[in-house]
């Protein structure tokens, strides 16, 4: 069998050491046991092939240098894009794609230090292509690992925990079903309260009369409410905060929890449901020496609304139990919320602002749980982490006639996902996960990937399963949207579908 040629595509601030990149290349081959003895080339903008830092690392390893311009990198496809690099060199992430630009799949996906990155693919044995090219190619990924220096076992190499929705419609004109949030929002009149408290800018933000509207909201006392820049920075909290020793994360779901336990220092256990299971969580998968467990309800992506009764099952004294319960509000009545519990060992329940109420940049969200859990995660958290404007949306969105108007979604989001799941029972091909209780569905279909292409050609964006612990490829969300969208989707799918070209039967 011929020696593999891999091609380390490398991305790099200026000035950035040689060390660093040799080191970063290094860790990367090694973590997905990969030999440094057949690396054929490290790939890069040809802005930055003249680094000593990159040109230093190649010579120490003995391959040649291999430029590719701003233009030949934007055409190449790439599993984990990114804003930054996007909005400086024209592609979501030079390491990626200048690692795939002349190879065909991808080993070991990006991997970050303090100014590089890097990313590993292997070539078939054939001889390279003029750099000029500027073709596109797909990719596909063989052992994608994690993208934190604290994975410490390949058994829990996965899909990039980083990735989210919005990466899938930043800057383009696309119709939106990628992302969750309800469209038409933030309302006139919460811009309007928002807008209000711009006057007050001067001062530091005083999170009191928030934190008690969302006690009153929930009929809770002040002590158990803590007031987040968003449900992601209170996932960053709790793993940085509370101690476990056996973290476990119950999967398909948001992968920000997972990544905030990565990226503090935790190995992290998986709890992965089945799609012949409808997905459902049986409480006796969770290991019984699990310390702390995230579960998500309704769960993103699956869709799926856990009973109260069952997640209960998984509390008892000396662990932690977070219900991440973003969606909930979405569901008409809020039937299983445990949001208002105090009965419960251990519970701590997340709430976001984010999706009901369209403030996903003013980020937004809260934490109830028991005061000293509450007094732990506010310790790790920085002084005036709620801006004024954010506490303003957050005393706004407790009022009486803002829970009406969100009960009123929650309807409307059941009637507009009853037509969306009926267009797509029309499709043969279409899977979907049922009962669905969130403002999305989970589908699966053959070559969802070319699928999710062509809907993108025809103006849609769709979000990518593959990034899901527990899902692949074939594997699509998409938030319930009016039905005048959702018809013009429904015809977008149908095209789509009738496109895909013909697979050899050989």
Not at 179 to 202: F, K, M, Q
Not at 481 to 494: K, S
Request: charged letters at 25%.
């Amino acid at each position: 069998m011929p020696r593999a040629a891999l091609v380390v595509g490398v991305g790099a601030r200026r000035g950035v050491p040689r060390g660093e990149v040799l080191a970063l290349v290094r860790e990367a081959l090694g973590a997905a046991g990969l030999s440094a003895s057949d690396v054929v080339e490290l790939a890069t903008l040809d802005t930055r092939a003249d680094e000593p830092g990159i040109a230093g690392a190649a010579a120490e390893l003995g391959v040649p240098v291999r430029s590719w311009t701003a233009a030949a990198l934007a055409a190449v496809r790439v599993p984990n894009p990114s804003g930054a690099p996007l909005a400086a060199t024209g592609t979501p992430s030079v390491a990626e794609a200048a690692a795939l630009a002349d190879a065909d799949e991808l080993l070991v996906m990006k991997r970050k230090s303090a100014s590089a990155t890097c990313a590993v693919a292997r070539r078939t044995s054939r001889t390279g292509t003029p750099a000029s090219t500027n073709r596109a190619r797909p990719f596909t990924m063989a052992a994608m690992l994690p993208p934190t220096k604290h994975t410490k076992h390949l058994d829990n190499a996965g899909p990039d925990l980083r990735h989210h929705g919005d990466a899938e419609v930043r800057g383009l004109d696309l119709t939106d079903l990628a992302v969750n949030v309800r469209t038409g929002t933030p309302p006139d009149w919460l811009r309007e309260r928002i807008a209000a408290s711009l006057g007050s800018l001067a001062a530091y933000p005083d999170g009191r009369p928030a934190r008690a509207a969302v006690a009153g909201r929930h009929g809770l006392p002040e002590e158990r409410v803590l007031l987040t820049a968003g449900a992601a920075e209170a996932f960053v909290l709790i793993a940085r905060a509370l101690p476990a020793r056996r973290p476990v994360v119950v999967h398909p779901q948001f992968t920000e929890p997972e990544a905030a336990l990565r990226a503090a220092g935790h190995e992290v256990g998986r709890v992965v449901l089945r799609p012949e299971d409808g997905f459902r969580l049986d409480p006796a998968a969770v290991p019984e020496d699990a310390d702390l467990v995230v579960v998500g309800n309704p769960t993103n992506p699956t869709s799926v609304l856990h009973r109260a009764q069952v997640l209960e099952q998984l509390a008892r004294p000396g662990r932690t139990l977070v219900v991440d319960e973003a969606f909930m509000d979405a569901v008409p009545g809020e039937r299983e919320a445990l949001c208002d519990r105090e009965d419960v060992p251990g519970l701590v329940v997340l709430r976001s602002l984010t999706k009901t109420w369209g403030l996903a940049g003013l980020r937004i969200g809260y934490v109830l749980a028991d005061p000293a859990t509450v007094a732990l995660l506010q310790e790790a958290q920085p002084l005036w982490p709620v801006s004024s404007p954010a506490l303003a949306a957050a005393e706004a969105c407790m009022e009486p006639r803002a829970l009406v108007e969100a009960a009123d979604a929650a309807d409307r989001v059941t009637v507009d996902r009853a037509h969306l799941l009926a267009g797509l029972a029309e499709f043969g091909e279409v899977r979907v996960v049922e009962p669905a209780a969130g403002p999305f569905v989970l589908l699966r279909l053959d070559r969802a990937d070319e699928v999710r292409e062509r809907l993108r050609s025809l103006g849609f964006a769709a979000r990518r399963g593959d990034t899901f612990p527990g899902l692949g490829s074939d594997w699509l969300r998409l938030a319930v949207r009016d039905r005048v969208t959702t018809n013009g989707f429904l015809q977008a799918l149908d095209l789509a579908l009738q496109g895909l070209p013909r697979r050899s039967a050989g």
